[in-house]
């Protein structure tokens, strides 16, 4: 292979080709390598050069023979792009619509073809008048330069809108309605915008909103939208025609309860009458027939369902009547015939908890059973069954249809079976209903064969390739009873193994052999990998905004290697990291089985985004945010993000805010991906303001640092930084200083034992080496059920802008798993700070540990646990300035104690989540029950400082707190409210015996 012109590349394309050294010459071999190297090198020309070449074998014989050489010529790049005339719409996207963007290959063989595209994108846009010319100059090296010129012409927009006024829509509505469209006056439309316009419109007139309270709705079924279109010299007048005809209502019968009947929505549903009513003469017979097979599926099986029309010129009325009659459920079952307990492990070494696994029987009669448990089993499998196919709203027992028995019967087979059982039979003999007005209970009668229990003796593997470690599948399976399910699982594992190493067309088959007896069994696994698939080209589509060269960089997949799927799949996640892109597609494509082109098919996000946001607890106030940012600068996916924040806190316990002591936080990021390589983010931040109001305290800060976060593995990264911040306290509780404080000195303060505090306070600078370390091992990040989330904070503080060196690193570690269809969350959370002796001080206070309120530690009040400091309230003079703070403290009493924090932390925390369908409640399938328990401590570890509490001896060594909580997921963010109890309150300090945490949101 030669380049007479250069552009030859350094990808290696020998591997594509099929034309072998020694291999058999043919000529359909050579146009098939012209076809591949046009495509995969991307070049303009590829001539092959074919000429008889003497040939000698290693035996000395003499054949003939032919020299084949490929000559490849470099495909022309677009090496500046000159535009004139682009005005109203966006360069980027005129140019990404044409083809022509400086630095891509020039393929085109006539400019117009360019000037045709750009045309087109006009037109779409509502410019029908656009002309453009384009003229292409070519260099030395053969590569072009474009002159793009565009006239674009008047755009094809609107002047005036009417709407002719109607009963169904308002004109506000349709023009908000036409506007959501891209229809409104003064833009330009087309074609398509109208027809979108025009069925946005009709679908409004027909869509049945549903009743509230005691108001009926009116919808309009059989609604025509017209758009009428008159072209004038300013530009055209649109009008809308809207002829709504009959307006129709549904109503219940008023001789039978609500409850008894089907909601209207149904009707609406089950005759599809949002797409156009069909209110044929039959009508209220189809109507009748499908509302009463829906409410007989849904566990009423003697439901008898009327629809009545009555219509009239303008209107026409629907009403529903009859009765659903009672509901269905399942109360017990007789299991007969040779019913065995498959959790019995024998000699198995299987061991399965039935209750575990299944759930919701009320009660089970074994009838000649060999096990109580196994009838439990089938009453259990049949009441699940009944809970996934069944949506009604609040059951207390299993709807129980003869459909759902069924499909009982179905998982119980598989169920046996996944346990060794091949040879199971399960028929249900018996559905028997106790007389009832509301509810009818059901006794579901099975007959049950299990036949012989099936061992899986070994697994042979036939054929397939190396690099395949096929013991490691099937080793586990092997020994124990034969999971048809689990052994399709393990071959469909084997062929993806194949695939990610080329052979796309592989396959494999198990076949099952069972030896005499029937109690034993071996399993051949045939493999044919088929042949390995190369890459021959990759191509990038649908990049507008971002550069190419950026897509580009992320994909790692070369001519001439193997297609892995697991590779492209890699390729995808890293395009939709970058954060640019709301659809990615990556796929091998091609009709040759030999050669596949990789096509990567991207469709951007806008450039800009908006988010608003908020949140309320009890234990942090309420408050909003706004961000606002730039997610593809300069087409990089460089990100510049703009922070706001504003929130307030409680006058005490109450729900007052406190407008006297606001919170807020201006900020600003920078975010530059693959710096300084591939996989790596490079982060700049400035925080221009931020007021931060704690229990005891409340803080001024301004800083700015630098980060850059590295991709360690899957599900690991990290992140190392710098970070400077000038900070002032404005207000102090004096209760909370220790000795040592790092702030002493900023606070005039010489005696800890009666200090007199001078806010607000001197600032003093605090500089840092931060870190962190997060391993994500959880199975869906949105939904997590199990798994594991953990990280690791560190902050080293360096004395040469502070003054204070120390080091502080604290840990989390939560782990999910599954339990009966529950939820088990436990969690365990440290930290430690560690101080030079030489500094003879003490963590300044906003970088002390601290626990206590629903984020940390239920039962108690925010940051309320651990050592404590005695305040005389009399013998203090607070400053004018603190007096909202210290307001829910009674200036009157005594005195108080106040939590300081400490350098040392430990917590553990174990909940159980129930969702609310396991208790019952079918509908409420978005919240959960949540029962918990919170153990651990805050503890001063630096000998120097000794609060009131630990002089006293009166700090325990542990807190415990228990409660019970509801969590629930909301458009704005997580609902979460817990009781708390805290078991041994502290009576000196106060300490309340329950609390209430709530939140909603994001703070």
């Not at 092959?48 to 040939?55: H, Y």
């Not at 239920?858 to 050592?867: A, E, L, N």
């Amino acid at each position: 292979m030669s380049a007479p012109r250069g552009g030859l590349g350094d990808e290696n394309l020998d591997a594509l080709l099929v034309v072998r050294q020694d291999g058999v010459y043919h000529p359909m071999d050579v146009r098939k390598d012209i076809a591949t190297l046009v495509r995969a090198g991307d070049f303009a020309q590829v001539e092959a050069w074919v000429e008889p070449w003497p040939t000698v074998l290693l035996n000395g014989q003499e054949i003939e023979g032919v020299r084949v050489e490929y000559r490849v010529y470099a495909t022309p790049v677009v090496r500046r792009v000159a535009t004139t005339g682009v005005r109203s719409l966006a360069l980027a996207e005129v140019l990404a619509a044409s083809g022509a963007v400086r630095g891509e290959p020039w393929r085109e063989d006539a400019p117009a073809k360019v000037a045709d595209r750009i045309e087109a994108f006009y037109r779409s846009n509502g410019f029908l008048a656009t002309e453009c010319e384009v003229v292409a100059e070519y260099d030395d090296e053969g590569d072009v330069s474009l002159s793009v010129r565009v006239e674009e012409g008047p755009p094809q927009r609107l002047v005036e809108l009417k709407v002719r006024p109607n009963p169904a829509l308002s004109e506000a509505r349709v023009k908000k309605v036409l506007a959501r469209e891209g229809v409104a006056v003064g833009r330009p439309y087309t074609a398509e915008r109208l027809r979108r316009a025009q069925d946005a419109l009709q679908a409004e007139l027909r869509d049945y909103e549903g009743a509230f309270l005691w108001w009926t709705p009116t919808w309009w079924p059989e609604a025509r939208v017209n758009l009428k279109l008159v072209p004038t010299e300013g530009g055209d007048r649109l009008s809308v025609l809207i002829e709504p005809r009959r307006r129709y209502t549904i109503e219940l019968d008023d001789h039978t309860q609500a409850r008894r009947l089907p909601r209207p929505e149904e009707l609406v549903d089950a005759m599809g009458m949002e797409e156009g009513a069909r209110l044929g003469r039959d009508f209220g017979t189809e109507a009748s027939l499908a509302l009463t097979d829906t409410e007989r599926r849904r566990g009423y099986l003697d439901a008898a369902i009327e629809v009545w029309a009555r219509e009239g010129e303008e209107t026409v009325h629907l009403t529903i009547g009859g009765e659903r009659g009672p509901r269905y459920a399942l109360a017990a079952l007789e299991a007969r015939g040779q019913v065995v307990d498959p959790a019995d492990t024998g000699a198995s070494g299987v061991s399965l908890a039935l209750g575990s696994v299944f759930s919701g029987c009320r009660a089970a009669r074994p009838v000649d059973a060999t096990h109580d448990a196994s009838a439990r089993f089938l009453c259990q499998a049949a009441a699940e069954s009944a809970r996934e196919v069944v949506h009604s709203p609040i059951l207390a027992r299993q709807t129980l249809t003869p459909e759902v028995a069924d499909r009982a019967v179905d998982d119980i087979e598989d169920f046996y079976r996944s346990q060794g059982y091949l040879d199971v039979e399960v028929e249900r003999v018996g559905f028997a209903a106790a007389p009832g007005e509301r509810e009818r209970l059901v006794t579901l009668s099975l007959e049950v064969k299990a036949g012989p229990r099936v061992r899986l003796e070994a697994v042979d593997v036939a054929g397939g390739v190396p690099g395949v470690d096929t013991d490691k599948l099937f080793r586990e399976l092997v020994g124990k009873p034969l999971d048809p399910a689990a052994l399709r699982e393990r071959t469909r594992r084997l062929v993806e193994a194949h695939m990610d190493l080329g052979h796309l067309y592989a396959d494999a088959q198990p076949v099952t052999v069972r030896e005499p007896g029937g109690e034993a069994a071996t399993v051949t696994v045939s493999v044919v990998p088929g042949p390995v698939v190369l890459v021959r080209s990759t191509l990038v589509k649908g990049t507008v905004r971002t550069r190419r060269a950026l897509v580009e960089g992320e994909i790692d997949v070369l001519p001439g290697d193997a297609v892995s799927p697991a590779q492209l799949m890699a390729v995808r996640r890293r395009l939709y990291e970058l954060g640019v892109f709301q659809r990615v597609s990556v796929e091998a494509l091609g009709d040759e089985d030999r050669v596949k082109d990789v096509v990567v098919a991207v469709e951007e996000k806008k450039n800009l985004a908006f988010e608003v946001g908020g949140g309320i607890a009890t234990d942090d106030g309420a408050a909003v945010f706004a961000r606002a940012g730039h997610r593809n600068l300069w087409g990089l996916a460089h990100r510049l993000t703009l922070y706001g924040k504003v929130g307030v806190g409680w006058v005490g316990d109450g729900w007052t805010p406190d407008w006297l002591a606001p919170e807020w936080k201006a900020a600003a990021r920078y975010e530059a991906p693959n710096l300084p390589t591939r996989g790596e983010l490079v982060a700049l931040d400035v925080l221009f303001n931020e007021q931060s109001q704690e229990a005891a305290y409340r803080l001024y800060r301004s800083g700015a640092g630098a980060s850059v976060r590295l991709a360690l593995g899957a599900g690991v990264s990290a992140e190392l930084g710098y970070r400077a911040q000038y900070r002032t306290l404005y207000d102090i509780d004096p209760g909370v200083l220790v000795a040592g404080d790092a702030w002493l000195e900023e606070l005039g303060v010489d005696d800890v034992s009666d200090p007199s505090p001078v806010l607000p306070s001197a600032g003093r600078w605090a500089s840092a080496i931060e870190g962190s370390v997060v391993i994500d091992l959880r199975d869906d990040v949105a939904s997590p059920t199990r798994g594991g989330l953990g990280s690791v904070n560190f902050i080293v503080n360096e004395d040469v802008l502070s003054d204070i060196a120390f080091a502080r690193a604290e840990g989390v570690w939560t782990q999910l798993f599954p339990v009966s269809g529950l939820g088990v969350l436990l969690r365990g959370r440290a930290g430690a700070a560690l101080v030079p002796e030489e500094q003879s001080l003490a963590l300044p206070i906003e970088e002390r540990l601290s626990a206590g309120g629903g984020g940390s530690f239920r039962g108690f009040d925010v940051d309320s646990v651990g050592p404590a400091n005695y305040v005389s309230s009399e013998d203090v003079a607070y400053p004018e300035a603190l007096d909202p703070l210290l307001r829910w403290s009674d200036r009157d009493a005594a005195g108080r104690w106040v939590t300081t924090g400490g350098d040392a932390l430990a917590i553990a925390t174990a909940e159980l989540d129930i969702p609310f369908p396991r208790l019952g409640l079918s509908s409420w399938s978005s919240w959960q029950l949540a029962l918990f328990t919170d153990v651990g401590n805050v503890w001063w570890a630096n000998p120097a400082v000794v609060t009131d509490s630990m002089a006293l001896g009166t700090d325990p060594l542990l807190r415990y707190g228990v409660g019970v909580g509801i969590r629930r997921a909301t458009p704005i963010g997580p609902l979460q409210l817990d009781l708390g109890f805290n078991p041994s309150p502290l009576a000196y300090r106060d300490e309340e015996l329950v609390r209430v945490h709530f939140a909603v949101g994001a703070l």
